[in-house]
């Protein structure tokens, strides 16, 4: 579960301090001028990835699912059939209230 937690390693990017790790002590520039530019990063989330969809039709779900008639030994049946195709992601959308980075390396709340 989770998952959404940053891929990279080696470095805070919300830590002040601008110290470098063995891994980029032997003159990496590259890596030097990707630490630096995390220095003045916030540990707020301002978007995310919707998880939602639109049909054809414009709808917005999660899922989207069509009522199809299955005729078995005479008797017929209703079923619903989950629709995969033809869906559009809403992509990323703004939140209405920041929320705290993952990766923020700060204990909140102690309880």
Known sequence: ???????????WPFSGSGSVD???KDGNEQSLTRIRSFQGATPFVFTRRSSMYFD????LAHEFYEETIVTKN????????KIQKNLTPQGIIKLDHPCIHVDFPVVICEA
């Open 22 to 24: 063995d891994s980029t």
């Open 1 to 11: 579960m989770g998952g959404s937690g940053s891929k990279s390693k080696g470095f």
């Open 74 to 81: 005479g008797r017929k049946k209703a079923k619903l059939k």
């Open 56 to 59: 054809e039709d414009g709808d």
